[in-house]
């Protein structure tokens, strides 16, 4: 149950965010657009360029959640771990570009309950048994 809702949030998740990408980015010009992203990479504790933020957070990131969504949907562990990994260096993006917040204390916050539930014993069967199902079936 836990890991259905996990990717399915994953995934709408990652649809919800390139969409909004691709809409900002075809839509609205680039003098309204440029104030914008210059502050919002200016605020964190590490300060990287606005590329690197809308390039990892707004491209790379919702695509491996939407990824990582559907094949841990059918038990796959490698979609587990590329998405507890990738959600890692998500909250050292949250933390260059918001530095120490609430935004970045909820994230923290989400990711330990996700984490939690991602690595619980019957969750953990769970993928063990769907990798031990795939081999059987790529042996016979």
Do not use: C, K
């Amino acid at each position: 149950m836990s890991v259905t809702l996990i990717s399915w949030l994953a995934i709408l998740y990652g649809v919800f965010v390139l969409g909004v990408v691709v809409l900002v980015l075809s839509t609205v010009s680039d003098a309204v657009r440029r104030p914008f992203l210059d502050a919002f990479g200016n605020r964190g504790l590490i300060p990287l360029p606005t590329e690197v933020h809308l390039v990892l957070g707004g491209v790379v990131g919702p695509t491996v959640s939407v990824v990582a969504g559907v094949f841990m949907l059918g038990g796959r562990a490698w979609a587990r771990a590329t998405f507890i990994g990738w959600w890692t260096i998500g909250l050292m993006l949250v933390l260059s570009a918001y530095g120490l917040s609430v935004v970045f204390l909820m994230n923290v916050a989400t990711y330990g309950v996700v984490v939690a539930l991602l690595t619980r014993r019957r969750v953990s069967e769970f993928f063990r048994a769907s990798a031990s199902t795939t081999s059987a079936n790529a042996a016979s």
